[in-house]
């Protein structure tokens, strides 16, 4: 079993910058691709961006590309993502995942890829 603590939400103003971490614990030997998700109130979970851990490579959606980095610290079992120049409409839970399978890059971004799941951190994002 895989667990994920997120943390590193809080309350920013627009045009502001958050850093989210998530450490993962204890069997990460066995993981994959980890993945940033976000969820808004009556929204749909929506897939941010993924690292393939062992090879680096990230995917991005089109609504954070430039804005948002996605990386991993494989010393510290440690995922981040930077946020910057943050809006209104980037106001979410956010969550990170992993799995523990090769995943194509289609499917990297989408949820039921992902069997381990952070409890979430809150993000507001204030004009």
């Known amino acids: 079993q895989v667990q994920l603590v997120e943390s590193g939400g809080g309350s920013v103003l627009a045009g502001g910058s958050l850093r989210l971490s998530c450490a993962a614990s204890p069997y990460t030997r066995s993981l994959w691709y980890m993945a940033w998700f976000r969820q808004a109130p009556g929204k749909v979970r929506e897939g941010l961006a993924a690292?393939?851990?062992?090879?680096?490579?990230?995917d991005y959606a089109d609504s954070v590309k430039g804005r948002f980095t996605i990386s991993h610290d494989n010393t510290k079992n440690t995922l981040y993502l930077q946020m910057n120049t943050l809006k209104p409409e980037d106001t979410a839970i956010y969550y990170c995942a992993a799995n523990d399978h090769y995943t194509r890059g289609a499917e990297r971004l989408s949820p039921s890829e992902y069997g381990y799941w952070g409890q979430g951190t809150q993000v507001t994002v204030s004009s």
């Open positions: 690292i393939w851990i062992g090879a680096g490579s990230t």
